[in-house]
């Protein structure tokens, strides 16, 4: 049983350009949950996601960023006209439901650097 | 807004020696968990502590909830190097899995 597959691993893009940073979820899991982790610090809730549904978008951006996670393929964080301080690591968890104490299990990250 | 402080922020010990990491709040969590980051990697869960009081142990390691569910410890014995790494608490309190994680405490273990 595969883990939480992110990808790509490392991202460079331009100011201005688009990024797009795809989540497999586990077998099994429909709730998805991203967060952001900047240098130096702890990782910041953004988004969370159950198929086709956004349950809880209080930590995304009001610009430029969305989330998806379509009925079929992975959930997508996309950003928009990127700037320096998107420059971040994002992850992604996955649980198989999303009631309390439920164990969710995160992947190896998508380092996106902004030049 | 919740915040999650750990303590201490930095921990450079020797192979063999103890150690406590702690993570405080003025919040009351439904539950906390304990995860360690290695470089270029996602956090792993080490524990989930629920209950007000609750001590777990896993192996060297030992986490305690506090009583009011608003802090908890972690404790390690005799440190050793494949220990080195980041440690994050993570409290959970709106339902599901939507977790506010803290400072982190960057510990290194020197053999």
């Known amino acids: 049983n595969a883990g939480v597959m992110q990808n790509p691993r490392h991202l460079v893009r331009r100011r201005g350009q688009e990024a797009r940073l795809r989540c497999s979820p586990m077998k099994g899991h429909s709730h998805v949950y991203w967060y952001r982790q900047l240098p130096e610090e702890g990782l910041k809730f953004m988004v969370y996601l159950q198929k086709e549904n956004i349950i809880d978008e209080s930590g995304m951006p009001k610009e430029r960023f969305s989330a998806e996670f379509p009925k079929e393929g992975p959930s997508i964080l996309r950003i928009q006209q990127v700037v320096r301080g998107d420059s971040a690591a994002y992850f992604c968890?996955?649980?198989?439901?999303?009631?309390?104490?439920?164990?969710?299990?995160f992947g190896q990250g998508t380092r996106l650097t902004v030049v | 807004t919740q915040l999650l402080e750990q303590s201490p922020q930095f921990l450079s010990i020797q192979e063999g020696e103890n150690l406590t990491v702690y993570c405080n709040s003025s919040?009351?969590?439904?539950?906390l968990q304990w995860y360690r980051q290695e470089p270029g990697e996602g956090p792993v869960l080490l524990v989930t502590v629920v209950t007000g009081g609750e001590v777990k142990k896993l192996k060297r390691l030992t986490f305690q909830f506090g009583d009011a569910r608003k802090d908890s410890s972690l404790h390690i014995t005799a440190a050793q190097t494949g220990d080195t790494g980041l440690y994050l608490c993570?409290?959970?309190?709106?339902?599901?899995?939507?977790?506010?994680f803290g400072t982190g405490t960057k510990l290194q273990v020197i053999p």
């Open positions: 919040s009351v969590f439904s539950s």
């Open positions: 968890a996955s649980s198989p439901t999303g009631g309390t104490n439920t164990e969710a299990f």
């Open positions: 993570a409290g959970e309190s709106g339902g599901y899995q939507k977790v506010t």
